[in-house]
T-cell receptor, first 116, second 115 residues
Framework: KAGVTQTPRYLIKTRGQQVTLSCSPISGHRSVSWYQQTPGQGLQFLFEYFSETQRNKGNFPGRFSGRQFSNSRSEMNVSTLELGDSALYLC???????????????FGAGTRLSVL | AQSVAQPEDQVNVAEGNPLTVKCTYSVSGNPYLFWYVQYPNRGLQFLLKYITGDNLVKGSYGFEAEFNKSQTSFHLKKPSALVSDSALYFCAVRDGGRGSYIPTFGRGTSLIVHP
């Protein structure tokens, strides 16, 4: 079974631009979560999508948005990029079935975004 | 509310020695606890979890973790460290009784195993 796939792996943008990151979950997984990882702040939760609906949201400004398609693939968009948005963006998928034993998140390798 | 703390930014251990990476948590209901490992330029990989049952949980690559309810801890352990265990380790907690489906992650502990 293929793992979580994130594209692109690396991205360089300039301030003020916008960017779209993509995540393909493990087959059969319907929940996709996004995280921002930086050396100073650690791993911070952005949002979670399940069945094409945003179910949970972290404490990030509205410049960060996402969506999920009917095939469970998800995209994350950041508009009006700031220098502080430079980070590793991780996507994680899970089955999100009733019962905690299935609540294991499987992570992609991430997209490293550099804002210049 | 749920929170997790990893009190050590870095742990150094000699190869062949036992290792411990510490984690404490806070939840209102029953804790669901997880450990993940991250190698350079990779995403997080699941190591093990505690949901219920035996307090000693065994996971991948020879790692185990001990759940201690009275001390609200879930320390990661390995009897004999390998240089290849050097990586960033994250503890995560989720309130199993209520609240968000999303786990809260610690800030991570860098484990360095010296040859």
């Amino acid at each position: 079974k293929a793992g979580v796939t994130q594209t692109p792996r690396y991205l360089i943008k300039t301030r003020g631009q916008q960017v779209t990151l993509s995540c393909s979950p493990i087959s059969g997984h319907r929940s996709v979560s996004w995280y921002q990882q930086t050396p100073g702040q650690g791993l911070q939760f952005l949002f979670e999508y399940f069945s094409e609906t945003q179910r949970n949201k972290g404490n990030f400004p509205g410049r960060f948005s996402g969506r999920q398609f009917s095939n469970s693939r998800s995209e994350m968009n950041v508009s009006t990029l700031e220098l502080g948005d430079s980070a590793l963006y991780l996507c994680a998928s899970s089955q999100r079935l009733a019962g905690a034993s299935t609540n294991i998140q499987y992570f992609g390798a991430g997209t490293r975004l550099s804002v210049l | 509310a749920q929170s997790v703390a990893q009190p050590e930014d870095q742990v150094n251990v000699a190869e062949g020695n036992p290792l411990t990476v510490k984690c404490t948590y806070s939840v209102s209901g029953n804790p669901y606890l997880f450990w993940y490992v991250q190698y350079p330029n990779r995403g997080l990989q699941f190591l093990l979890k505690y949901i219920t049952g035996d307090n000693l949980v065994k996971g991948s690559y020879g790692f185990e973790a001990e759940f201690n309810k009275s001390q609200t801890s879930f320390h990661l352990k390995k009897p004999s460290a390998l240089v290849s265990d050097s990586a960033l380790y994250f503890c995560a907690v989720r309130d199993g009784g209520r609240g968000s489906y999303i786990p809260t992650f610690g800030r991570g502990t860098s484990l360095i195993v010296h040859p």
